[in-house]
């Protein structure tokens, strides 16, 4: 019998096991940020343990960090002594650390992959659940607890149970306008948040296969909220290309033997899941997501469905909705276009093209957030900035931002946002805030419109400088 991508990986990286338990697995690369490692790095001065592999551990300042006059001291108490703490923990035990105001810091799911930290074949952990979004490159990467942190810190191992196996298969057609997190949103909408409980979910078919690495990275990213462990995908010529030149990435000849190797990362023929599903991409729309986890989502042109749930009803209350009511025409005040998931520059390219030459609706509040300084760098060049800053959006610095209310960008209470980010939990933007799941695209459009509509016009590949 064959092997899947996920097996070939996934055995590589096995140093022992247990019989009939967990498996002692090695970690290649081991990403840190400011919010998860305190209580780690801790445990091991208290216990007197080294880290094994600084080397392997990269570090950055993003979830507490200010997306305004960030070269000003930190005013945030908790987020100030968070960021020092990250400091003085990496210099102490000598890792890489891109922090606040250095030219690689941003959030540290975007710049490991457009650093080429990220790449095929790797085991990759963070305390971060969002950590799946690196199996884009067909690399095994899971987010992982506190005291799992520290396990990694002292030994690059983690003890740990192997997940089953899924595969998700796409192919045909995509409809227009219908981008990647379209694609994710309509799974997770299918398939449930539990689905993907306990197993390790492939991506497949040609959907992936045509997807540039920045839109298999945003459906990778999103695999956790079907309950998945992490998302993968086979690399190729796309990876490949995406990798080359790379600040990290092999050089020269080194390259070509990874690129050799690499091309053996593919599922064979004769390999079985444990489970797997099938869907036609012509039955994708623009989602958007109506309720407080992401697989309550519906095709933007929907009516939210009529179900008869305790839970259900609770989610609508909060929401503020009604079964059966129609989002399109919903006046919204906020919109956000950032995050791990949609803060790219692909993400900022396709909203800048609809944007372009139009004016943002006067009720907007409008925060655009690169994921990385790299990022904010292209948007200035390609004369994205331009665009949006005329448009009266609002450009700010690198940062998890207001996907989550760990800083200061947050929703007001009782707002709605139509956000890029990957969860809409309650208060997840803001005590009180009303999160609506959508693509950076139809994030835009909801800017310039001053509330949810249909985008009639096809908005061509991005073309910019």
Known sequence: MGKTLF??????????????????????KHLIHEVTS??????????NIPVARPDQIIATADHNTPTINQHLPIQDTLSRKQLQQLTQNCQKNKITLYGLGHKYNGIVHVIAPELGITQPGMTMVCGDSHTSTHGAFGTIAFGIGTSQ??????????????????RVTVNGKLR?????????????SKLGT???????????????????????????NMSIEMGARGGIIAPDKTTFNYLRGRKFAPKGDDFDKKVTYWKTLRTDADAV???????????????????????????????????????????????GFHKGELLLEKEINYVFIGSCTNARIEDFRVAATYVRGKQKAANVTAWLVPGSQQVAQQIAKEGLQEIFETAGFQLRQPGCSACLAMNDDKIPQGEYCVSTSNRNFEGRQGQGAKTILASPLVAAATAIAGKIVTISEEIEEPQFA
């Open 7 to 28: 097996d070939k990986v996934w055995d590589a990286h096995v140093v022992d096991s247990v019989k009939n338990g967990p498996q002692v697995l090695y970690i290649d």
């Open 38 to 47: 305190p209580q780690a790095f801790q445990e091991l001065e208290e216990r």
């Open 149 to 166: 942190v520290a396990q990694v810190f002292a030994s690059q191992c983690l003890l740990i149970q192997k997940p089953k196996k899924m």
């Open 176 to 188: 227009k306008n219908v981008l990647p997190k379209d694609v994710i949103l309509y799974i997770i």
């Open 194 to 220: 539990n689905a993907g409980t306990g197993y390790f979910c492939e991506y497949a078919g040609n959907v992936f296969e045509e997807m540039s690495m920045e839109g298999r990275m945003t459906v990778c």
């Open 273 to 319: 899941f444990d489970i797997e599903y099938t869907f036609d991409a012509s039955d994708i729309e623009p989602m958007i997501t109506y309720g407080t986890n992401p697989g309550m989502g519906i095709k933007i042109s929907e009516s939210i469905p009529e179900i008869n749930d305790a839970t259900f009803e609770k989610s609508l209350a909060y929401m």
